[in-house]
């Protein structure tokens, strides 16, 4: 059983940064497509960023593009979100995703197979 944690969330004021990382166990998340997707109050959960197994492969939102990256270390089993200027519209759960499926990178939820629990990230105005 794969299992993802999620850590680094907090609260920071517009204009910072934040790292978040996601630390996977259970059977290896080499092959696996990796993403963060994020759900404010009352909104639906949506797509952050993605990155492919082998970490040639990386799609973001429109709304996150140029502010994010997300990478990899397979060696480490751990995927990243480092995430600057951030705003307070970033402000949400953000929760990490696998998808055992070998394949392109996939903005769907339904694409994800297994999930971590989320973590709070509250940017200040």
């Known amino acids: 059983q794969v299992q993802l944690v999620e850590s680094g969330g907090g609260l920071v004021q517009a204009g910072g940064s934040l790292r978040l990382s996601c630390a996977t166990s259970g059977p290896t998340n080499r092959r696996f497509g990796m993403g963060w997707f994020r759900q404010a109050p009352g909104k639906e959960r949506e797509f952050v960023a993605a990155?492919?197994?082998?970490?040639?492969?990386?799609d973001y939102a429109d709304s996150v593009k140029g502010r994010f990256t997300i990478s990899r270390d397979n060696a480490k089993n751990t995927v990243s979100l480092q995430m600057n200027s951030l705003k307070p519209e970033d402000t949400a759960v953000y929760y990490c995703?696998?998808?055992?499926?070998?394949?392109?990178?996939?903005?769907?939820?339904?694409?994800?197979?297994?999930w971590g629990q989320g973590t709070q990230v509250t940017v200040s105005s």
């Open positions: 990155i492919s197994w082998s970490g040639g492969s990386t």
């Open positions: 995703a696998a998808d055992r499926v070998f394949r392109p990178v996939v903005r769907g939820t339904g694409g994800y197979d297994y």
